[in-house]
């Protein structure tokens, strides 16, 4: 019987040992760290994958990172030089193999590796996986390992001061280790955030970060396995089995192939192939008629496939391996329109207009991120009706998990490579060095569905166009010098990370960057490529009414900060530090050096008013939030087909910190989530009020049309209905269809603005498809009345009825420290009208109605009216 593994990883038929225990660590001995920090110079217990802070916090030798602000307490890890070490246990079978192989999955960073006091390995790629043959080095019984990791500031520091210039980059240390304007991020291979950014800590990990493995083979060894797509229609999918192989002897070798169809139907074939000695490369064409296309979520169904390969010699099977992938098309479609040039992904010939959030690392410490947390949150993004993620670049290539789930959820993946701002060096052996790591990384993920486009870095080049320091570097370098800059970045992502994707995955689109227009023009152009919008919140600090002004082609970046959760916050500080410029609270925010929680009480003061008090702050700061990535959400969904995707600053948090992100790090949606699932909605009437006029667009991704109805109601706040207008309208598949354009005159009709709202309502057959309620004045300029709320929880504590006498805008329901996860918060009820919502916790039900607590913007504020 024919069986078929879930993995991606590909066992060969060979004995592998896992070097995960045993391990220990400790400060390198004779450092200055040694000295000072005693406790730590001696062996302790590690966890290999890992990292040294988390090794150090599990033995009692630092305080947690992410509490108060212990942060700064911990700077002197990522400082120091450790060692690690281990013993291998080997046995005669192993050693009597053709070949043993050590292999380290992930080395961060600069690590020097011997095995019985012979070095075997200087690494210096946090990214980049290492084989090294150690047959000749081993003996029978115990066998020591030893891993020697140096600080990447300390190693690259030195060599950077005595330079003519530091290339321009991009946060400067808060703790004085490096000096300002001298970052040695920009000349290493490692994840950038770790050196701090405006929504994360500093922490400068170390560490043997993934698996390291013993591999033993005879006779060839199957290194990758890869189902290449060339061809795929609805009729046909003509595909090659893609297989590299080491091999010990010329001869041939039988290659049979089975695979099994997302219906349950297998199939197989078998090739005979002659292989030479060393490396082969085998491509085995095959064909599968009217395929079963993986389909992004809300266009299909995600289907996957699954293959499976044997290499065989004599009747014996000498390697295995299997993939699981989905078969399908994708285009990065850019055509010259009357809006400039398109950016727009195209998949299996459907045009999908993207609708998603920016994706961060979810821990300073990748190895804290488990496969429940991965799921946890691409499962929240689908249940806001997301289609698209991206993956930003100042981070790290993601575990094979993350893009599995994504496969299986039909979530498409925006992929960068690392690259994160900052200018990188222009030195041959450093383009070499990243052209490994994206082969690498490109063959590991290229059989991942999700992933419909790579992107060569996040804001290099509008950094080295726009950005202060920049121009201040090509000022103060001249030109020559600033040229070789410019050319040796052109170099690495025009040519080198694309002729990478070409060679790879020429399946997949490649981008140089993000923003780009792909060097057609500037970079962060309204009319060609993606953009990045920032003038709201940064730069200018804008109102969130500014970004109705914007219409680019693509925006792949815009965002609004706000608080997390008051019981993430109550989790890492104390009651004293719960006061807007707290110095532990400032710690928490990174924007401007902790001056965003400034610059975010005066984004709330000036739609809100003057909060009431903290907590009130922290729930205004979610709506503020809230209300403005909508009012750009919709604007850009009812600009279709000019715009073709919607990717907001940012999904998810590295820490419990106040970001840009709609989840905070504990997981808990913020009102920006809940939004999200609304104006992400596959249906959606978008009413957009601007300069006394509204204009009413339904949007739609449903692949075919429809007739529905309009219904456009002026009610007051008490629910009196003051006039109501039903109109017959065509909703038009895959498109935003402009159906009103109203004046403030001809929805009020003489009614007091500030008492007033409009209700539209899109209909089909009296079934409501979507609401949206509009005001005609910022919040804190209407007259909202006590809505009335009540709230009944059920006996078994799974339903909640919220229900208000008067207009409730913004309800916003909470249980304290509670764990629960609502069907619906941050929503707004009108007159008279009840809700119930599904309440999904382990808590106990009494417990919950104990804790239970609803609010609305009535009352969220300190009332300033004479």
Same mark, same amino acid.
């Given at each position: ?713 002026? =009610?007051?706040? $008490? /629910? +009196? @209905? %003051?006039?109501? &207008? !039903?109109?017959?309208?065509? *909703? #038009? ?28 309502? =899109?209909?089909? $057959? /009296? +079934? @409501? %498809?979507?609401? &949206? !309620?509009?005001?005609?004045? *910022? #919040? ?45 918060? #941050? ?40």
């Amino acid at each position: 019987m024919l069986l078929f593994a879930a993995s991606l990883t590909l066992p060969a038929m060979a004995a592998t040992q896992t070097v995960d225990h045993g391990w220990q660590f400790r400060l390198v001995p004779g450092s200055t760290a040694a000295v000072e920090h005693p406790g730590a110079s001696i062996w302790h217990p590690a966890q290999v994958p890992g990292a040294v802070q988390t090794d150090l916090l599990a033995a009692g030798l630092i305080p947690a990172p992410y509490y108060r602000d212990n942060e700064a307490k911990v700077q002197w890890v990522g400082l120091a030089d450790w060692q690690y070490r281990t013993t291998l246990q080997v046995d005669a079978a192993t050693l009597q193999q053709g070949h043993v192989d050590l292999v380290f999955d992930g080395l961060d960073t600069f690590a020097d590796v011997s095995l019985n006091g012979h070095p075997i390995l200087s690494a210096d790629n946090m990214f980049r996986r290492w084989r090294v043959p150690v047959k000749k080095l081993l003996h029978a019984g115990a066998n020591t390992l030893t891993v020697t990791l140096h600080s990447p500031i300390k190693r690259l520091q030195p060599w950077l001061l005595k330079q003519a210039y530091a290339l321009p980059g991009e946060f400067d240390s808060a703790f004085g280790d490096e000096p300002v304007g001298k970052q040695t991020a920009n000349y290493v291979r490692k994840a950038a955030y770790q050196y701090g950014w405006d929504w994360g800590p500093r922490i400068v990990t170390e560490g043997i970060w993934h698996d390291v493995r013993l591999q033993g083979w005879d006779s060839l060894r199957l290194a990758d396995f890869h189902m290449a797509q060339p061809h795929v229609t609805a009729d046909v999918a003509e595909l090659q089995a893609q297989l590299d192989i080491d091999s010990d002897s010329a001869g041939p070798v039988q290659v049979t192939l089975h695979w099994r169809a997302p219906d349950g139907s297998t199939q197989s074939l078998q090739h005979e192939v002659v292989l030479k000695v060393g490396d082969n490369h085998v491509a085995l064409p095959l064909r599968i008629d009217h395929p079963q296309r993986w389909w992004p979520v809300g266009y299909g169904a995600p289907n996957l496939y699954d293959f499976h390969v044997d290499i065989a010699r004599g009747g014996k099977t000498l390697a295995s391996a299997d993939r699981e992938t989905g078969l399908r098309s994708v285009e990065l479609r850019r055509q010259k329109d009357q809006w400039g040039k398109s950016f727009e992904f195209v998949v299996n010939g459907v045009p999908i207009f993207a609708k998603g959030a920016n994706v961060i690392p979810q821990d300073m410490f990748p190895n804290r991120v488990t496969p429940a947390r991965i799921d946890a949150m691409l499962q929240s993004a689908r249940d806001a009706n997301m289609n698209m993620l991206r993956v930003w670049g100042g981070g790290y290539y993601f575990d094979d998990a993350f893009y599995a789930e994504a496969d299986k959820l039909g979530l498409m993946i925006w992929q960068d490579f690392m690259f994160g701002g900052a200018i990188p060096p222009y030195d041959e052996a450093f383009r070499d060095n990243t052209r490994i790591e994206a082969i690498q990384q490109v063959d590991r993920l290229r059989d991942h569905p999700s992933i419909v486009v790579w992107v060569g870095n996040n804001e290099v080049e509008t950094a080295w166009e726009s950005w202060g320091t920049s121009l201040d570097f090509k000022k103060a370098q001249g030109k020559a010098e600033s040229q070789r800059v410019e050319q040796g970045m052109r170099e690495l992502f025009d040519h080198t990370l694309r002729d990478v994707v070409a060679s790879q995955s020429p399946d997949v689109p490649y981008w140089p960057s993000t923003p780009s227009s792909d060097y057609d023009t500037k970079a962060n152009v309204l009319d060609n490529g993606d953009y990045h919008y920032w003038n709201v919140w940064s730069g200018d600090a804008l109102p969130a009414t500014a970004y109705l002004g914007v219409t680019p082609r693509f925006q792949s970046e815009y965002g609004l900060q706000s608080f997390p959760a008051l019981a993430t916050l109550r989790s890492v500080l104390k009651p004293a530090d719960l006061s807007l410029d707290s110095p532990v609270l400032r710690a928490h925010q990174k924007f401007d050096k902790g001056k965003g929680n400034q610059r975010l009480l005066m984004y709330v003061e000036r739609e809100y008013g003057k909060p009431k008090n903290f907590a009130a702050l922290v729930y205004l700061s979610q709506v503020m939030q809230a209300e403005g990535i909508e009012l750009a959400a919709e604007h850009l969904r009812a600009s279709r087909p000019q715009t073709m995707g919607s990717l907001y600053w940012q999904l998810n948090d590295v820490w419990p910190g106040i970001t840009w992100a709609s989840i905070d790090y504990d997981g808990r949606w913020k009102a920006l989530q809940y939004h999200a699932k609304r104006f992400y909605a596959p249906l959606r009437v978008v009413p957009i009020r601007q300069n006394g006029r509204t204009q009413v667009s339904l949007v739609s991704d449903r692949t075919t049309p429809f007739d529905a109805q309009l219904r456009t109601r002026v =009610l007051d706040m $008490h /629910g +009196k @209905l %003051l006039q109501q &207008h !039903v109109q017959d309208v065509h *909703v #038009a598949a895959l498109a935003s269809t402009r159906v009103a354009d109203l004046a403030d005159a001809q929805l009020l009709h003489g009614a007091d603005s500030h008492r007033s709202m409009a209700v539209f309502d =899109l209909l089909d $057959h /009296g +079934k @409501l %498809l979507s609401r &949206h !309620v509009l005001y005609f004045d *910022v #919040a804190k300029a209407l007259d909202l009345p006590d809505p009335g709320l009540h709230a009944t929880l059920s006996s078994d504590g799974h339903q909640l009825t919220v229900s208000a006498r008067n207009l409730a805008r913004e309800v916003w329901v909470d249980f304290g420290k509670l764990d629960a996860r609502l069907s619906d918060n #941050a929503f707004t009820l009108l007159p008279g009208q009840k809700v119930t919502l599904q309440v999904h916790s382990d808590a106990d039900p009494a417990a919950l109605r104990h804790a239970l607590h609803v609010r609305s913007l009535a009352g969220a504020t300190v009332d300033t009216r004479p």
